[in-house]
């Protein structure tokens, strides 16, 4: 096949797209007057460069040069050709720095590069189609620079705007000012993407930077969530959004809305969109299907999302300049090849600023959006108190871990997936399924209501301690009719939770009226428990939700992570929420899995092994002081949610209006302020006790058949870096780590070989270097992995030691082992009352302590109370040095 020659692509392939943007198509004629000329093409037009291919006139001006070349070449590199051509045109009243036209093209008919010449930071880009005439001269009037500044000088204060989303109002702007056309904004699930926006958009709109602006979103449900934003923001002090600008909208059903709402989005002219206008100053609130659409027909939207299409939808002739702004809000959404397609098809028809909204970047979305201009991750959010942080608990199922193995003879039912006709048969052999084809292939009722079991215990224990039955959303692997997993579950928890069939509820695209069902969940009691596949994973508030099951295999990072943002979220019903929880139906492998991809799950979260004494007197003998004081700050803002109003006023007399919120946002900066006096309050005694002892506020009534499954559940162990262990194979490590590391750490050395050199800095060395390793043996952490593993609970850390390296020591408590020495040592001795009285309070700081030392009877008040150390060793006839020495070998033999 023959190359195509330039002329040929310039008159069957760019000619018609001119002619198609509004441009009338003439060959230069020597002599011509230029000023009886608009809306013209000018062909081989001269300039003392040589003859460019084409001029773009307007009312007597070139305003643009396009270089054409022929189709087999790339157009970008050529826009220098173009370049020469505009320094070489006379007679122009343009001058930008030697350049005599504003507009530069070049094209080989199928891709079109422009560059906006007047600014140095202007940046060339493909755009869709050519500009109208209108939008040239449009731009040519606009006073981008003039409205930059006036945006730079405006105080953003509106007095709902949190700190972090003024930050990324701030980012934005530097990035319209430095001409960046695309940028993505990432924040975390819950930390308001929407508002930040409408408040964005105000500013830009009021300062001119943009007037014309489309909000895209992926369902019908938020852009309605959109449309009342909009609405209900106060641009102005008693001015609503919608009475100083317009707020158009696609047509809605009336279950897109509230029940009791009484709202009429008014649908956007469709001259807005075909023809432009400089006056026009809107927000138009639409979803990226019906935008796709309006470009590219019906055929372009078929086999993405799951939405149904617009009955009232039609293709139309949308000029690229009809926007100046495009918010793309969850612009990670595009799970698939085509929705990916769809999203970056629709935003590239349009010659805008664009910018992309998410809680999870994605490769694709950063390809797209290039640069992340502002992040408000999770960890920082929970930090500063506007999202909760989360608990983890794996269940571990040996059907879900394993499969289902099925024995020859055993009987099954067999549903027919198209009928749900059911019939049964036993087994004329053997067979494995693995755990891909659970709930695909073969289901065990069992194995389901067992996990459901397991998660109404955990849910009977939160109700008893805050009063209220869990929201819970469970997360099933499939909805498809007559085998449906979905339908399953809620037939099972109907009866696993026994509260009738309102109190557990399926929303899925299949149910009738799903958005009704999503307000009913998020605005009322009941349902408590909602099963659903993915249509709860995004664009979707239950800020009350406490509880998530994923009993749903997941490997996108992205759905993974929106599906846990459902949880983060602060309570409104429920103000107390301090945090959620995840359940992992998958041993835990879910959470390992994702450990590092997600922002959520970046930091593991901690268990409250460690009490919040214990959590403040590290930080002040400065042990790992970053991690703690995070954990500080995550403890007292869950105390915040949980206290009374009581408590609140308790707190008063130690942070201004008992706000426990306020003090524990500002926490790292105090630190960092003045660390000294920032722990006095801390370590407060009385302030602690508070921490401990705070008052709560007072409660208020308010298809395997024979196949049968193992369930437990635990709550995972963490290391340093996030992974999860298994109490025996944490314990293994702990074991391995003992019988290494004995040159390493003195302690261990003692433990094992020279218990006589056993005392109070020994211990301090073992705990201190155990906790700083990457597996973080802290005696929570142990204590917690011999409780599940052995079924003993408070294990000691000498015992936990011992044992690691020697099987045969056994286990015990610190009380076990204190009361063993003292029985041992003073089975043959007589003593005084007076000895007694003094042994019994030694006994007790042991048992505490498991090391003593001379310096503990004159610093600790048990022991200084009673006279110190002058005291003790008196009644111990001078004796207690060497029984100090006798205590600790004991201890530690």
């Known amino acids: 096949m023959s190359e195509e020659p330039e002329v040929v692509t310039r008159k069957k392939r760019i000619d018609p797209q001119l002619r198609s943007a509004g441009w009338s198509i003439t060959l230069y004629q020597s002599g011509m007057d230029l000023s009886q000329y608009s809306k013209y093409a000018l062909e081989e037009f001269p300039t003392d460069n040589g003859p460019a291919d084409y001029a773009l006139c307007l009312e007597g001006k070139i305003v643009a040069v396009i270089e054409a070349k022929k189709l087999t070449l790339g157009p970008q590199n050529v826009l220098t050709q173009a370049e020469r051509y505009a320094q070489g045109i006379s007679k122009s009243p343009f001058n930008f720095s030697g350049f005599?036209?504003?507009?530069?093209?070049?094209?080989?008919?199928?891709?079109?590069?422009?560059?906006?010449?007047?600014?140095?930071?202007?940046?060339?880009?493909?755009?869709?189609?050519?500009?109208?005439?209108?939008?040239?001269?449009?731009?040519?009037?606009?006073?981008?620079?003039?409205?930059?500044?006036?945006?730079?000088?405006?105080?953003?204060?509106?007095?709902?705007?949190?700190?972090?989303?003024?930050?990324a109002n701030a980012a934005i702007e530097q990035a319209i000012r430095d001409r960046k056309r695309q940028m993505l904004v990432a924040m975390a699930t819950g930390t308001g993407k929407t508002y930040t926006m409408v408040n964005e958009t105000f500013r830009l709109m009021e300062s001119g930077v943009a007037k014309r602006i489309l909000f895209l979103v992926d369902r019908r449900a938020l852009a309605a969530q959109a449309v009342k934003a909009f609405a209900s923001f106060e641009a102005r002090p008693g001015l609503k959004?919608?009475?100083?600008?317009?707020?158009?909208?696609?047509?809605?059903?009336?279950?897109?809305?509230?029940?009791?709402?009484?709202?009429?989005?008014?649908?956007?002219?469709?001259?807005?969109?075909?023809?432009?206008?400089?006056?026009?100053?809107?927000?138009?609130?639409?979803?990226?299907?019906?935008?796709?659409?309006?470009?590219?027909?019906?055929?372009?939207?078929?086999?993405?999302?799951?939405?149904?299409?617009?009955?009232?939808?039609?293709?139309?002739?949308?000029?690229?300049?009809?926007?100046?702004?495009i918010i793309a809000d969850e612009c990670h959404r595009g799970y698939t090849a085509a929705e990916q397609s769809v999203w970056r098809k629709t935003l590239d028809h349009f010659d805008a600023i664009k910018i992309g909204l998410t809680a999870t970047p994605a490769a694709h979305t950063m390809a797209y959006f290039r640069e992340i201009v502002y992040r408000y991750d999770y960890a920082r959010a929970v930090g500063e108190g506007f999202l909760v942080d989360y608990d983890a608990v794996a269940l571990d199922s040996n059907v879900r871990m394993n499969g289902i193995f099925l024995q020859a003879g055993e009987q099954v039912g067999m549903i027919n997936a198209s009928s749900g006709a059911q019939s049964f048969d036993n087994m004329e052999d053997e067979r494995q399924f693995d755990t891909t084809e659970v709930e695909r292939s073969i289901t065990s009722p069992d194995s389901n209501r067992k996990i459901l079991s397991e998660i109404r215990k955990y849910a009977e224990e939160h109700e008893q301690r805050f009063g209220r039955f869990p929201k819970i959303l469970i997360f099933a692997v499939n909805d498809l009719s007559h085998t449906s997993h979905a339908d399953q579950l809620v037939d099972i928890a109907r009866d696993v939770f026994g509260k009738g069939d309102s109190f557990v509820q399926k929303i899925t695209g299949k149910v009738d009226r799903p958005l009704q069902h999503i307000r009913e969940f998020r605005n009322r009691p009941m349902p408590a428990v909602v099963v659903t596949v993915d249509m709860l994973s995004t664009g979707v508030d239950i800020p009350d939700l406490e509880f998530i099951v994923f009993l749903r295999p997941v490997k996108s990072r992205i759905l993974f992570e929106q599906m846990l943002g459902r949880g983060t979220r602060k309570g409104e019903r429920f103000t107390d929420k301090s945090h959620f929880v995840v359940f992992d139906c998958f041993g835990g492998t879910l959470l390992e899995y994702f450990r590092q991809a997600t922002g959520i799950t970046a930091e593991p979260p901690e268990k409250e092994t460690r009490s919040i004494v214990q959590v403040i007197k590290d930080i002040w003998d400065n042990r790992d002081r970053d991690y703690n004081v995070r954990i500080l700050v995550r403890r007292l803002q869950r105390i915040d949610k949980e206290m009374s109003g009581h408590a609140r006023d308790l707190f008063a007399a130690y942070v201004p209006q008992g706000n426990l919120k306020r003090y524990a946002s500002d926490l790292p900066h105090a630190f960092g302020q003045d660390f000294t006096g920032t722990m006095t309050l801390l370590r407060n005694p009385a302030f602690q006790d508070l921490l401990l002892h705070y008052p709560r506020p007072e409660r208020s009534l308010l298809v395997a058949y024979e196949n049968v499954d193992t369930v437990s559940s635990r709550y995972l162990i963490r290391d340093s870096a996030g992974h999860e262990y298994k109490p025996e194979d944490y314990l293994l490590a702990f074991s391995q780590f003992v019988k290494e590391n004995p040159e390493h750490i003195e302690a261990i050395r003692i433990l094992l070989d020279r218990p006589k050199d056993w005392g109070t800095d020994a211990l301090s060395e073992l705990k201190q270097k155990l906790a700083a390793t990457r597996y973080r043996f802290t005696v929570e952490n142990l204590q917690m992995a011999h409780k599940v593993r052995y079924n003993k609970a408070l294990v000691d850390i000498i015992s936990m030691v011992k044992h690691a390296a020697r099987e045969e020591e056994p286990l015990c408590t610190a009380e076990q082992r204190i009361h063993r020495v003292f029985d041992k040592m003073t089975v043959s001795t007589t003593l005084t009352p007076e000895q007694q009285q003094w042994l019994d309070k030694i006994r007790e700081h042991l048992i505490a302590n498991l090391s003593i030392r001379m310096d503990d009877f004159d610093?600790?008040?048990?022991?200084?109370?009673?006279?110190?150390?002058?005291?003790?060793?008196?009644?111990?006839?001078?004796?207690?040095?060497?029984?100090?020495?006798?205590?600790?070998?004991?201890?530690?033999a």
């Open 100 to 167: 005599r036209a504003p507009f530069l093209y070049s094209t080989n008919g199928e891709i079109i590069w422009f560059h906006d010449i007047r600014n140095p930071l202007s940046r060339s880009r493909t755009i869709a189609k050519f500009h109208t005439p209108d939008a040239l001269a449009e731009r040519l009037k606009e006073k981008f620079e003039i409205s930059c500044q006036r945006l730079l000088e405006w105080e953003n204060v509106h007095p709902m705007l949190r700190p972090y989303q003024a930050e």
């Open 241 to 325: 959004f919608d009475k100083s600008y317009e707020v158009y909208s696609q047509r809605f059903f009336r279950e897109d809305f509230e029940d009791d709402e009484k709202f009429d989005p008014k649908v956007i002219p469709s001259n807005y969109l075909l023809e432009p206008k400089p006056g026009h100053a809107f927000v138009y609130i639409c979803t990226i299907q019906r935008m796709t659409i309006n470009l590219f027909g019906r055929n372009a939207v078929f086999g993405t999302g799951d939405e149904p299409i617009d009955e009232d939808a039609e293709q139309m002739d949308i000029p690229i300049h009809a926007f100046d702004l």
């Open 859 to 892: 610093s600790i008040p048990i022991f200084t109370n009673v006279g110190g150390w002058s005291k003790a060793n008196r009644v111990f006839d001078g004796q207690l040095p060497d029984l100090i020495r006798q205590w600790n070998e004991a201890i530690a």
